[in-house]
């Protein structure tokens, strides 16, 4: 096909680009799917203890924070990492292990002396942090507004000279 027919089937339509659509953004729905398939990896795999809290402390998190998502500003880099957390990160991580002979993986340095395991707690440890931190921005934004809200009530209420809220609305009759 030549510039000129290519030209043709723009303009009348017959010949309409090839244009991948782009995947519509993980829902809260599939954060928490993708959550749940890694909590069945685990179970079925017999994962140790030792993963498996902290992987749950990782859920709790991301749990915990997506209905304040809002609260981070849509496409904000927070709502970015839980989303990626959920999805790519957490189980990426945890299917590398458990892909592992569990004996080898437990026991067999591969990072100067660290094992597997020792790894992938490392990774865990750092992603728990991580989304800590992002749930206490998120709920950071709430406590804002209610010390804004009562700044407000004080400016509109005030304060009598001895401290007490002056609640002189009417007097009785």
């Not at 934004?141 to 002056?166: C, E, I, R, W, Y």
């Amino acid at each position: 096909m030549g510039l000129r027919d290519w030209w043709r089937h723009r303009r009348d339509g017959s010949g309409a680009a090839d244009v991948t659509a782009t995947p519509a953004p993980p829902t809260e729905q599939d954060v928490l799917a993708a959550l749940n398939r890694l909590n069945a990896q685990l179970t079925a795999a017999g994962a140790p203890a030792v993963v498996t809290t902290r992987v749950v402390r990782i859920a709790r998190a991301i749990n915990d924070t997506l209905p304040r998502m809002r609260n981070l500003g849509l496409g904000s880099q927070e709502g970015y990492s839980v989303v990626a957390t959920a999805t790519t990160y957490l189980p990426e991580a945890v299917g590398a292990y458990l892909r592992l002979p569990r004996e080898w993986a437990d026991t067999r340095p591969i990072d100067g002396y660290k094992t597997s395991l020792m790894v992938l707690v490392e990774q865990l440890e750092l992603l728990a942090a991580t989304t800590d931190k992002i749930l206490d921005a998120a709920n950071r934004a709430d406590a804002q507004a209610l010390v804004a809200h009562g700044m407000f009530l004080d400016a509109k209420f005030g304060q009598t000279s001895d401290g007490g809220p002056d609640l002189q609305l009417g007097s009785p009759t």
